[in-house]
């Protein structure tokens, strides 16, 4: 079962990490105690004694999109490719990513395709942008937006297309608990933007 939304033009502008006061480490693995106390748990447990060191480290790399700037993976184009100015696809980029309102991963492929104008990007660079953005906590509508925003700002194609497809474990583990749903995003820009039939033709090559 798949739930389908197209996102909006503009992401929300949010305050990057650089600008809020950060907690100390020690703070942080303070926090991570409580919450396992809070759980049941008994927080100084052999087995328990590193865990709050463990989640703080972890968290370092989950969310280590919040102090990387994913522009600067764009600012290198390509102009010599030949004469080339069809369409340029990469597909099934892994992600994983953290919802923000449970904070319980969710995990996806993302599609990217795009019309060149000036020049073309390092196929590596659309995967880290993707990345970068989903380090972070995020809604799949949000962070889908994000991936496109930036690239479409960067690269100025003649259109572009990005499409996420994610299992959120906020509805497999808890809630509803229906494992096996997809939830999929898209977001078209240019000529893709309203017209079908390049839509269709991102589709077939994306299920290829």
Known sequence: MDAVLKTGKNPPVRKQATELKRPRREEAEAAVKT????????????????????????????FSGYFEDPTEHLTRTFEDVGGYTDIVLVRGIPFHSHCEHHMLPFVGTAHIAYYPSDGVVGLSKLARVVDIFS???????NL???VASAIDDHL?????????????????????????????????????????????KFMSLVRG
């Not at 380090?135 to 509508?141: A, G, I, Y």
């Not at 100025?156 to 990005?162: E, I, N, S, Y």
């Not at 299992?167 to 017209?195: A, L, Y």
């Open 144 to 146: 889908t937006a994000q």
């Open 156 to 200: 100025a194609p003649r259109g572009l297309a990005v499409m996420m497809e994610a299992e959120h474990q906020c509805m497999t583990m808890r809630g509803v608990q229906k494992p096996g749903v997809s939830t999929i995003t898209t977001q078209f820009t240019g000529v893709f933007q309203n017209d079908a039939a390049e839509q269709a």
């Open 35 to 62: 919450l396992l106390a809070w759980a049941g748990e008994d927080p100084d447990r052999e087995g328990l004694l590193d865990t709050p060191k463990r989640v703080a480290k972890a968290y370092e790399e989950l």
């Open 135 to 141: 380090k972070r906590l995020q809604t799949q509508e």
